[in-house]
């Protein structure tokens, strides 16, 4: 494969993650509902921790175990955010 071939590769697979993160987001409005319902506080670290854990020991190549597990941490990082500013607003 060339590098041409490789990145057609890696868009088509960031099409599909733009998806699944819209529809992350999606059920993020629903947390952000539930939580403003609730007077829930945003911030679970508990819960983090645990979702980091399960995405630590899916990762099959431990070489990318520290960027994905980095990853998922940027995510739930973007989700906070949004959720503030939505309870906020």
Do not use: P
Request: charged share 35%; net charge negative.
């Amino acid at each position: 494969m060339n590098l041409t071939d490789t990145r057609k590769a890696i868009d088509v697979l960031d099409n599909d993650l733009v998806a699944l993160l819209e529809k992350r987001m999606q059920l993020v409005s629903e947390v952000v509902a539930y939580k403003k319902a609730t007077g829930k506080a945003v911030f679970d670290k508990e819960r983090e921790e645990a979702i980091l854990e399960k995405v630590a020991a899916r990762v099959t190549n431990k070489d990318f175990e520290e960027a994905v597990v980095a990853t998922f941490s940027d995510i739930m990082k973007q989700s906070r955010l949004y959720q503030e500013k939505q309870l906020h607003d």
